[in-house]
């Protein structure tokens, strides 16, 4: 089955940048998305196909996208930047896969 | 405003059988598909399967093909996640949620979850 990899940790100084990346041999036919979650809630939707921020999420979050790897980029890291990231992407058959997330600690 | 509001949580014994529910609200119920996510305690997203109400196209993670059953009641504006047989290891907190729509001309394609239910924590215990 599709699988998605991500590295399990990352960790960073508040105001440095954080890279999150995500590999995945569909990703260069298929959008990937990411997701913000803290403890107790629910995901959040922080980058939409591939690149795509909704209106709602900080300008800091951005995606980028370079052959089977994805990458989410916090410019700028704050305190409560401090979650765990999840990409996501599909496959042709119209079914989902979400990475094994990545837990960003903030020094 | 759209929500997603799912129902409580459950404690039941292995063997037993459950339902539990995601109720949409702010917006037309037949337009999108919506989706059950599982997380078990401490660990990542897992995609458990999608819906699609108007033609009850369903799709199936194969790791939750058999195990668990999608269904949505539209005039209720309802989806549903069913067990007939729970084990101590479905223990978890699981979430419906629905994909963005993407529409150029007549053609439509989902995106990402952007809206999530609150979640229902299930409890599978003797």
């Known amino acids: 089955s599709y699988e998605l990899t991500q590295p399990p940790s990352v960790s960073v100084s508040p105001g440095q940048t954080a890279w999150i990346p995500c590999s995945g041999d569909?990703?260069?036919?298929?959008?990937a998305y990411w997701y913000q979650q803290k403890p107790g809630q629910a995901p959040f939707l922080l980058i939409y196909?591939?690149?795509g921020r909704p209106s709602s999420v900080p300008e800091r979050f951005s995606g980028s996208s370079s052959g089977t790897t994805v990458t989410l980029t916090i410019t700028g890291v704050q305190a409560e930047d401090e979650a765990v990231y999840y990409c996501?992407?599909?496959?042709?058959?119209?079914?989902?896969?979400f990475g094994p997330g990545t837990k960003v600690t903030v020094l | 405003e759209v929500q997603l509001v799912q129902s409580g949580a459950e404690l039941k014994k292995p063997g037993e059988s459950l339902k539990i529910s995601c109720e949409a609200f702010g917006y037309t119920f037949t337009t999108h598909w919506i989706g059950w996510v599982r997380q078990m305690p401490g660990k990542g997203l897992e995609w458990i399967g999608i819906?699609?109400?108007?033609?009850?196209?369903?799709r199936y993670n194969p790791s939750f093909q058999g195990q668990v059953t999608i269904s949505a009641d539209m005039s209720i504006n309802t989806a549903y996640l069913q067990w007939t047989r729970l084990k101590a290891s479905d223990t978890a907190t699981y979430f419906c949620a629905r994909p963005q729509l993407f529409c150029e001309d007549t053609t439509c394609d989902s995106g990402g979850f952007d809206y999530w239910g609150q979640g229902t924590l299930v409890t599978v215990s003797s």
């Open positions: 196909k591939d690149t």
């Open positions: 819906i699609y109400p108007p033609a009850s196209d369903i």
């Open positions: 996501q992407s599909s496959e042709s058959s119209g079914t989902y896969v």
């Open positions: 569909t990703l260069p036919k298929q959008y």
